[in-house]
Protein backbone atom coordinates (compact mmCIF):
# COMPACT_ATOMS: atom_id res chain seq x y z
CA UNK A 1 0.00 0.00 0.00
CA UNK A 2 1.47 3.38 -0.85
CA UNK A 3 2.19 5.97 2.14
CA UNK A 4 -0.51 8.72 2.41
CA UNK A 5 1.14 12.11 2.81
CA UNK A 6 -0.01 13.55 6.24
CA UNK A 7 -0.38 17.09 6.89
CA UNK A 8 3.50 18.42 7.84
CA UNK A 9 4.13 19.61 11.11
CA UNK A 10 6.82 22.50 11.59
CA UNK A 11 10.06 21.59 10.11
CA UNK A 12 12.69 20.22 12.71
CA UNK A 13 16.20 22.02 12.91
CA UNK A 14 19.24 19.83 10.78
CA UNK A 15 20.85 17.87 13.03
CA UNK A 16 24.46 17.54 12.57
CA UNK A 17 26.17 13.84 12.75
CA UNK A 18 26.27 12.05 15.73
CA UNK A 19 28.34 9.33 15.02
CA UNK A 20 27.67 6.95 17.95
CA UNK A 21 29.79 3.56 18.40
CA UNK A 22 27.44 0.91 17.43
CA UNK A 23 24.94 2.80 15.78
CA UNK A 24 23.91 2.05 11.77
CA UNK A 25 25.79 3.90 9.06
CA UNK A 26 24.17 7.28 7.87
CA UNK A 27 25.71 8.65 5.02
CA UNK A 28 25.30 12.34 4.70
CA UNK A 29 23.16 13.16 1.80
CA UNK A 30 21.98 16.67 0.09
CA UNK A 31 18.36 17.22 -1.78
CA UNK A 32 18.89 18.26 -4.78
CA UNK A 33 15.08 19.24 -5.58
CA UNK A 34 13.08 22.37 -5.82
CA UNK A 35 11.19 23.70 -2.48
CA UNK A 36 7.86 22.75 -4.04
CA UNK A 37 8.69 19.51 -5.14
CA UNK A 38 10.49 19.03 -1.25
CA UNK A 39 7.13 20.38 0.26
CA UNK A 40 5.24 17.98 -1.85
CA UNK A 41 7.38 14.39 -1.58
CA UNK A 42 8.29 14.46 1.57
CA UNK A 43 5.72 14.59 4.23
CA UNK A 44 6.32 14.56 7.64
CA UNK A 45 6.51 10.40 7.97
CA UNK A 46 8.94 10.61 4.49
CA UNK A 47 10.74 13.16 5.92
CA UNK A 48 11.59 11.37 9.61
CA UNK A 49 12.00 8.14 8.28
CA UNK A 50 14.86 9.98 5.58
CA UNK A 51 16.36 11.59 8.95
CA UNK A 52 16.78 8.22 10.10
CA UNK A 53 18.55 7.03 7.27
CA UNK A 54 20.74 9.76 6.19
CA UNK A 55 22.23 13.08 7.49
CA UNK A 56 20.20 15.66 5.73
CA UNK A 57 19.44 19.19 6.18
CA UNK A 58 15.88 19.36 4.83
CA UNK A 59 16.07 22.96 4.66
CA UNK A 60 18.95 23.07 2.46
CA UNK A 61 18.26 22.27 -1.04
CA UNK A 62 20.19 22.26 -4.43
CA UNK A 63 17.49 23.35 -7.12
CA UNK A 64 19.61 25.59 -9.34
CA UNK A 65 23.20 25.68 -10.71
CA UNK A 66 23.86 29.15 -8.25
CA UNK A 67 23.48 26.68 -5.79
CA UNK A 68 26.10 24.73 -6.06
CA UNK A 69 28.19 28.04 -4.81
CA UNK A 70 26.32 28.97 -2.52
CA UNK A 71 27.53 30.12 1.00
CA UNK A 72 25.25 27.80 3.08
CA UNK A 73 26.24 24.86 0.56
CA UNK A 74 29.34 24.20 -0.36
CA UNK A 75 30.86 22.88 3.65
CA UNK A 76 27.59 20.73 3.06
CA UNK A 77 28.64 19.33 -0.35
CA UNK A 78 31.89 19.28 0.34
CA UNK A 79 31.11 16.25 2.88
CA UNK A 80 27.76 14.91 0.73
CA UNK A 81 28.02 10.66 0.11
CA UNK A 82 24.59 11.03 -1.68
CA UNK A 83 22.45 13.00 -3.40
CA UNK A 84 18.69 12.68 -2.61
CA UNK A 85 17.18 14.32 -6.55
CA UNK A 86 13.79 14.74 -8.13
CA UNK A 87 12.32 16.99 -10.35
CA UNK A 88 14.22 20.11 -9.97
CA UNK A 89 17.44 18.92 -9.56
CA UNK A 90 20.23 20.94 -11.78
CA UNK A 91 22.53 18.99 -14.61
CA UNK A 92 25.44 17.31 -12.37
CA UNK A 93 28.05 18.56 -14.44
CA UNK A 94 31.55 17.91 -13.63
CA UNK A 95 32.21 21.36 -12.64
CA UNK A 96 29.45 20.81 -9.92
CA UNK A 97 30.55 17.44 -9.29
CA UNK A 98 34.41 19.18 -8.65
CA UNK A 99 32.31 20.59 -5.27
CA UNK A 100 31.39 17.06 -3.95
CA UNK A 101 34.68 15.03 -3.55
CA UNK A 102 32.28 12.65 -1.57
CA UNK A 103 29.96 11.91 -3.40
CA UNK A 104 29.43 8.10 -4.42
CA UNK A 105 25.78 7.43 -4.99
CA UNK A 106 22.72 9.76 -6.86
CA UNK A 107 19.28 8.28 -5.33
CA UNK A 108 16.08 9.82 -7.82
CA UNK A 109 13.12 9.60 -6.28
CA UNK A 110 11.35 9.83 -9.49
CA UNK A 111 11.87 8.53 -13.34
CA UNK A 112 14.06 9.41 -16.00
CA UNK A 113 17.49 10.58 -14.48
CA UNK A 114 18.38 11.66 -18.43
CA UNK A 115 17.68 16.01 -17.52
CA UNK A 116 20.46 15.78 -14.64
CA UNK A 117 22.92 12.91 -14.68
CA UNK A 118 25.49 13.87 -17.06
CA UNK A 119 28.44 11.48 -18.88
CA UNK A 120 30.84 12.99 -15.99
CA UNK A 121 28.47 11.11 -13.21
CA UNK A 122 29.67 7.55 -15.26
CA UNK A 123 33.23 8.89 -15.69
CA UNK A 124 33.01 9.99 -12.34
CA UNK A 125 32.16 6.04 -11.44
CA UNK A 126 28.52 7.13 -9.13
CA UNK A 127 26.00 4.33 -8.82
CA UNK A 128 22.74 6.05 -9.57
CA UNK A 129 19.11 4.92 -8.79
CA UNK A 130 16.00 5.55 -9.58
CA UNK A 131 12.01 5.60 -8.51
CA UNK A 132 10.89 4.80 -12.44
CA UNK A 133 9.46 1.20 -10.76
CA UNK A 134 7.46 2.82 -8.28
CA UNK A 135 5.96 5.89 -11.28
CA UNK A 136 5.28 3.70 -13.70
CA UNK A 137 2.44 2.04 -11.04
CA UNK A 138 0.09 5.14 -11.92
CA UNK A 139 0.70 5.59 -15.50
CA UNK A 140 -0.26 1.92 -15.87
CA UNK A 141 -3.17 2.34 -13.96
CA UNK A 142 -4.26 5.45 -16.31
CA UNK A 143 -3.83 3.68 -19.78
CA UNK A 144 -5.87 0.45 -18.28
CA UNK A 145 -8.44 2.86 -17.35
CA UNK A 146 -8.08 4.48 -20.60
CA UNK A 147 -7.97 1.20 -22.43
CA UNK A 148 -11.53 0.10 -20.93
CA UNK A 149 -13.02 3.89 -21.43
CA UNK A 150 -11.99 3.64 -24.88
CA UNK A 151 -14.22 0.68 -25.51
CA UNK A 152 -16.89 2.25 -24.23
CA UNK A 153 -16.55 5.10 -26.23
CA UNK A 154 -17.61 6.68 -22.88
CA UNK A 155 -15.91 10.07 -23.75
CA UNK A 156 -18.22 10.26 -26.80
CA UNK A 157 -21.09 9.14 -24.91
CA UNK A 158 -20.66 11.39 -21.91
CA UNK A 159 -20.47 14.66 -24.37
CA UNK A 160 -23.11 13.53 -26.68
CA UNK A 161 -25.27 12.80 -23.36
CA UNK A 162 -24.69 16.36 -21.99
CA UNK A 163 -25.10 18.02 -25.04
CA UNK A 164 -28.61 16.39 -25.87
CA UNK A 165 -30.17 15.67 -22.14
CA UNK A 166 -31.25 11.98 -23.73
CA UNK A 167 -29.62 9.29 -24.24
CA UNK A 168 -28.23 7.99 -27.79
CA UNK A 169 -30.36 5.86 -29.42
CA UNK A 170 -29.03 2.38 -30.79
CA UNK A 171 -26.26 1.73 -27.96
CA UNK A 172 -27.11 -1.96 -27.00
CA UNK A 173 -26.24 -3.08 -31.24
CA UNK A 174 -23.78 -1.41 -31.74
CA UNK A 175 -20.77 -3.56 -32.86
CA UNK A 176 -17.73 -1.22 -32.11
CA UNK A 177 -18.86 -0.88 -28.35
CA UNK A 178 -17.36 -3.23 -25.47
CA UNK A 179 -14.23 -4.87 -24.62
CA UNK A 180 -14.76 -8.20 -25.08
CA UNK A 181 -12.53 -9.68 -27.12
CA UNK A 182 -10.89 -5.96 -28.40
CA UNK A 183 -7.43 -6.00 -29.24
CA UNK A 184 -4.99 -4.11 -27.44
CA UNK A 185 -1.61 -3.50 -29.06
CA UNK A 186 0.86 -2.27 -26.64
CA UNK A 187 4.00 -0.45 -27.87
CA UNK A 188 6.74 -0.85 -25.64
CA UNK A 189 7.62 -3.64 -22.94
CA UNK A 190 9.04 -1.05 -20.68
CA UNK A 191 7.81 -0.95 -16.99
CA UNK A 192 4.50 0.73 -17.44
CA UNK A 193 4.58 -1.50 -20.93
CA UNK A 194 4.79 -5.01 -18.77
CA UNK A 195 2.90 -3.73 -16.16
CA UNK A 196 -0.05 -2.50 -18.23
CA UNK A 197 -0.12 -6.34 -19.80
CA UNK A 198 -0.60 -7.97 -16.64
CA UNK A 199 -3.22 -5.47 -15.81
CA UNK A 200 -5.13 -6.69 -18.35
CA UNK A 201 -5.06 -10.13 -17.62
CA UNK A 202 -8.21 -10.01 -16.08
CA UNK A 203 -10.21 -8.89 -18.81
CA UNK A 204 -11.11 -10.41 -22.18
CA UNK A 205 -8.51 -8.46 -24.10
CA UNK A 206 -6.47 -9.99 -27.06
CA UNK A 207 -2.67 -8.58 -26.14
CA UNK A 208 -0.37 -7.31 -28.72
CA UNK A 209 2.58 -6.31 -27.94
CA UNK A 210 5.76 -5.33 -29.93
CA UNK A 211 9.34 -4.70 -28.14
CA UNK A 212 12.90 -5.42 -30.38
CA UNK A 213 14.48 -6.18 -26.89
CA UNK A 214 11.71 -8.11 -26.03
CA UNK A 215 12.43 -11.93 -26.99
CA UNK A 216 9.40 -13.77 -28.45
CA UNK A 217 9.06 -16.24 -25.26
CA UNK A 218 9.50 -13.33 -22.48
CA UNK A 219 6.70 -11.87 -24.19
CA UNK A 220 3.96 -14.74 -24.44
CA UNK A 221 4.86 -15.16 -20.60
CA UNK A 222 4.06 -12.01 -19.98
CA UNK A 223 0.64 -13.06 -21.73
CA UNK A 224 0.69 -11.05 -24.87
CA UNK A 225 1.37 -12.03 -28.59
CA UNK A 226 4.73 -11.10 -30.05
CA UNK A 227 4.40 -8.96 -33.29
CA UNK A 228 5.82 -6.70 -35.20
CA UNK A 229 5.17 -3.24 -35.16
CA UNK A 230 3.28 -2.53 -38.60
CA UNK A 231 1.24 -5.80 -37.57
CA UNK A 232 0.60 -4.22 -34.25
CA UNK A 233 -1.12 -1.04 -35.94
CA UNK A 234 -2.87 -2.70 -38.64
CA UNK A 235 -4.67 -5.52 -36.28
CA UNK A 236 -5.53 -3.56 -33.17
CA UNK A 237 -8.72 -1.59 -32.29
CA UNK A 238 -6.66 0.17 -28.88
CA UNK A 239 -2.47 0.89 -29.68
CA UNK A 240 -1.20 2.25 -26.22
CA UNK A 241 2.24 3.50 -26.33
CA UNK A 242 5.01 3.01 -23.97
CA UNK A 243 8.37 2.91 -25.81
CA UNK A 244 11.15 5.61 -24.71
CA UNK A 245 12.17 9.03 -26.47
CA UNK A 246 15.01 8.29 -28.67
CA UNK A 247 16.12 9.20 -31.86
CA UNK A 248 15.13 6.19 -34.22
CA UNK A 249 11.34 6.16 -32.00
CA UNK A 250 10.96 9.80 -32.96
CA UNK A 251 7.74 9.62 -35.02
CA UNK A 252 7.58 6.14 -34.51
CA UNK A 253 3.80 6.41 -35.42
CA UNK A 254 4.39 8.91 -38.56
CA UNK A 255 1.81 9.51 -41.08
CA UNK A 256 1.93 6.25 -42.88
CA UNK A 257 1.72 3.98 -39.80
CA UNK A 258 -1.13 6.09 -38.59
CA UNK A 259 -3.13 5.10 -41.69
CA UNK A 260 -2.83 1.46 -40.82
CA UNK A 261 -4.70 1.79 -37.59
CA UNK A 262 -8.25 0.36 -38.42
CA UNK A 263 -11.13 2.86 -38.68
CA UNK A 264 -12.24 3.84 -35.35
CA UNK A 265 -9.13 2.42 -33.02
CA UNK A 266 -7.94 4.41 -30.30
CA UNK A 267 -4.16 5.77 -29.88
CA UNK A 268 -3.51 6.26 -26.28
CA UNK A 269 -0.07 8.17 -25.74
CA UNK A 270 1.00 8.18 -22.05
CA UNK A 271 4.95 8.25 -22.81
CA UNK A 272 6.17 10.67 -25.01
CA UNK A 273 4.86 13.37 -27.52
CA UNK A 274 7.76 12.70 -30.00
CA UNK A 275 6.78 9.07 -30.19
CA UNK A 276 3.39 10.21 -32.83
CA UNK A 277 3.62 12.95 -35.93
CA UNK A 278 1.06 15.49 -33.96
CA UNK A 279 0.18 16.76 -37.43
CA UNK A 280 -0.48 13.85 -39.11
CA UNK A 281 -2.34 12.90 -35.83
CA UNK A 282 -4.12 16.06 -36.01
CA UNK A 283 -5.15 15.49 -39.55
CA UNK A 284 -6.95 11.63 -38.39
CA UNK A 285 -8.88 13.22 -35.40
CA UNK A 286 -10.41 16.48 -37.46
CA UNK A 287 -11.21 13.56 -39.88
CA UNK A 288 -12.96 11.76 -37.45
CA UNK A 289 -11.48 8.44 -38.53
CA UNK A 290 -9.69 7.59 -34.71
CA UNK A 291 -10.05 8.82 -31.04
CA UNK A 292 -6.94 9.28 -29.09
CA UNK A 293 -6.09 9.71 -25.17
CA UNK A 294 -3.29 11.92 -25.20
CA UNK A 295 -1.14 12.83 -21.52
CA UNK A 296 1.72 13.75 -23.65
CA UNK A 297 2.06 15.57 -27.04
CA UNK A 298 4.16 17.90 -28.85
CA UNK A 299 4.81 20.40 -28.46
CA UNK A 300 4.05 19.24 -24.77
CA UNK A 301 0.97 21.97 -24.41
CA UNK A 302 -0.35 22.13 -27.61
CA UNK A 303 -0.88 25.75 -29.05
CA UNK A 304 -4.14 27.95 -27.58
CA UNK A 305 -5.72 27.23 -31.42
CA UNK A 306 -5.07 23.14 -31.68
CA UNK A 307 -8.12 21.43 -32.62
CA UNK A 308 -6.61 19.01 -29.73
CA UNK A 309 -8.40 21.27 -27.05
CA UNK A 310 -12.41 20.95 -28.75
CA UNK A 311 -12.15 17.62 -30.71
CA UNK A 312 -15.13 15.09 -29.18
CA UNK A 313 -12.88 11.95 -29.99
CA UNK A 314 -9.90 13.37 -28.14
CA UNK A 315 -9.37 13.26 -24.49
CA UNK A 316 -6.58 15.54 -23.96
CA UNK A 317 -4.70 15.82 -20.11
CA UNK A 318 -1.69 17.85 -19.06
CA UNK A 319 0.58 15.15 -18.16
CA UNK A 320 -1.50 13.79 -14.67
CA UNK A 321 -0.59 9.89 -15.51
CA UNK A 322 2.31 9.91 -13.53
CA UNK A 323 2.61 10.35 -10.17
CA UNK A 324 1.05 13.82 -8.18
CA UNK A 325 -1.00 14.17 -5.10
CA UNK A 326 -0.66 11.26 -2.57
CA UNK A 327 0.84 9.17 -5.07
CA UNK A 328 3.97 11.44 -4.87
CA UNK A 329 4.45 9.50 -0.83
CA UNK A 330 4.94 6.56 -3.09
CA UNK A 331 7.86 8.35 -5.44
CA UNK A 332 9.81 9.38 -1.81
CA UNK A 333 9.43 6.18 0.33
CA UNK A 334 10.75 3.96 -2.63
CA UNK A 335 13.88 6.16 -3.13
CA UNK A 336 14.71 6.17 0.81
CA UNK A 337 14.13 2.14 0.54
CA UNK A 338 17.09 2.67 -2.13
CA UNK A 339 19.27 4.93 0.25
CA UNK A 340 18.76 2.40 2.90
CA UNK A 341 20.07 -0.09 0.74
CA UNK A 342 22.87 1.99 -0.18
CA UNK A 343 24.00 2.74 3.79
CA UNK A 344 23.24 -0.89 4.66
CA UNK A 345 26.33 -1.41 1.85
CA UNK A 346 23.72 -3.70 -0.99
CA UNK A 347 23.17 -3.18 -4.54
CA UNK A 348 20.34 -1.17 -5.07
CA UNK A 349 17.16 -2.49 -6.62
CA UNK A 350 16.41 -0.23 -8.91
CA UNK A 351 20.09 0.66 -10.31
CA UNK A 352 20.75 2.62 -13.44
CA UNK A 353 23.10 2.30 -16.03
CA UNK A 354 24.76 4.18 -18.69
CA UNK A 355 23.46 1.00 -20.93
CA UNK A 356 20.31 1.11 -19.43
CA UNK A 357 20.06 4.60 -20.84
CA UNK A 358 20.75 4.13 -24.42
CA UNK A 359 17.09 2.44 -25.13
CA UNK A 360 15.23 3.41 -21.75
CA UNK A 361 12.96 6.54 -20.94
Same mark, same amino acid.
Given at each position: ??????????????????????????????? &?????? /???????? !?? $??? #? %? @?????????????????????????????????????????????????????????????????????????????????????????????????????????????????????????? &?????? /???????? !?? $??? #? %? @???????????????????????????????????????????????????????????????????????????????????????????????????????????????????????????????????????? !??????????????????????????????
Amino acid at each position: MPHRPQESPPRQPYLPPEGTAGSPRRPHAVL &AISRAV /REALLDHA !AL $RRL #R %R @VAHVDPELLISSPADFTGPRHTARLATAEALFTCWGCPPLTAQALALMPRLRTVVHAAGSVKEHITEACWERGLTVSCAAAANALPVAEYTVAAILFSGKRILEFARAYRAGRTPPDGLVGR &ADLGNY /RRTVGVVG !AS $RVG #R %R @VIELLRPFDLRVLVYDPYLPGDAARRLGAEPVELDELARRSDIVTLHAPALPHTRHLFDRARLALLPDGATLINTARGCLVDTEALTEELVRGRLYAVLDHTEPEVPPAGSPLYELPNVLLTPHVAGSLGNELGRL !AHAAIDELERYAAGLPYAQPVTRGILTHSA
